[in-house]
């Protein structure tokens, strides 16, 4: 029963925390847009989101709990106190934790493209990309969850806890990368990534496809050669081309199946025309 309580306690502060995110980032894409966005589709990622948010916290408790039955204990252990710094360190430490973390969630996002790519297109699918329409497909709570838990239980970097304030900046960066405003880090988004970088990788272009995985930092993207960095007034149109955007949550939640469909179709008719022209 106490765990019970507190696990509901606790979705209950993180849908707080989301909304304050939300709040302010839409606040900031209606005060400064750089495209407009219907209000039908905000409310649609507001639902989307409304069920996906408990879902995850659900799914990252229960895998936690269960990795921890199985005891393997860390494999490399990686200290980032950055005590040397000082009192420079209660901030530069979860700011270099949060980077560590982004080299997980690069590896993982790239294992979403490569291996479960018809689940994660329903994130890619969306035409009016925004801080709050920016939702992923439900199953996605639990197999993203489990991509993370598993490395990073192997390999673990100790850094000092974030306060409040920078546990809530890291979270709105992780948002804003998707908002539809005017607001950028220009040069600084070299060192941190902005929405017109994570743009890039959204874009329906073709040599935009598969660049910019990183959510915090481009220099994972940097170093392992899949940086592409926006020209100046870049803003490519997002989605995918096989299907549209979910408008309900059947079509949120058979999206992936969809895809399946759309793109065997695809493929056969590929083949008849190749066939037809031998």
């Not at 009192?87 to 997980?104: E, K, N, T």
């Not at 990788?201 to 915090?216: L, M, P, R």
Request: aromatic letters at 12%; one cysteine or more; hydrophobic letters at 45%.
């Amino acid at each position: 029963m106490a765990e019970s309580i507190e696990l509901a306690w606790s979705l209950g502060e993180h849908m707080i925390v989301w909304g304050v995110v939300f709040s302010i980032l839409t606040a900031l894409e209606l005060l400064l847009p750089k495209e407009r966005q219907s209000l039908r589709g905000r409310l649609r990622g507001l639902g989307f989101w409304a069920v996906w948010i408990p879902l995850s916290d659900i799914a990252f408790k229960a895998m936690g709990t269960a990795w921890s039955y199985v005891g393997i204990e860390p494999i490399i252990s990686i200290p980032l106190t950055l005590s040397w710094s000082g009192i420079a360190a209660a901030v530069l430490s979860p700011i270099a934790g949060a980077a560590f973390g982004d080299l997980s969630f690069y590896w993982m996002h790239r294992a979403q493209h490569k291996w479960f790519w018809r689940f994660h297109a329903v994130h890619h699918s969306i035409r009016e990309l925004s801080a709050i329409n920016c939702y992923h497909h439900v199953s996605e709570a639990f197999i993203t969850t489990a991509i993370v838990i598993v490395p990073t239980s192997l390999i673990v970097a100790h850094s000092l806890p974030a306060s409040g304030v920078t546990q809530l900046l890291i979270l709105l960066q992780s948002v804003y990368i998707h908002s539809s405003s005017r607001i950028h880090f220009s040069h600084f988004g070299r060192i941190i990534v902005d929405n017109r970088f994570h743009r890039i990788h959204h874009s329906v272009q073709e040599e935009h496809y598969d660049h910019n995985f990183a959510a915090f930092t481009p220099l994972w993207d940097m170093l392992f050669g899949t940086a592409l960095f926006p020209k100046p007034q870049e803003w490519p149109k997002v989605g995918i081309t096989e299907l549209d955007e979910p408008k309900s949550v059947r079509q949120w939640l058979d999206l992936p199946v969809r895809y399946r469909n759309a793109t065997a179709i695809k493929l056969e008719t590929y083949d008849h025309k190749e066939l037809a022209a031998d």
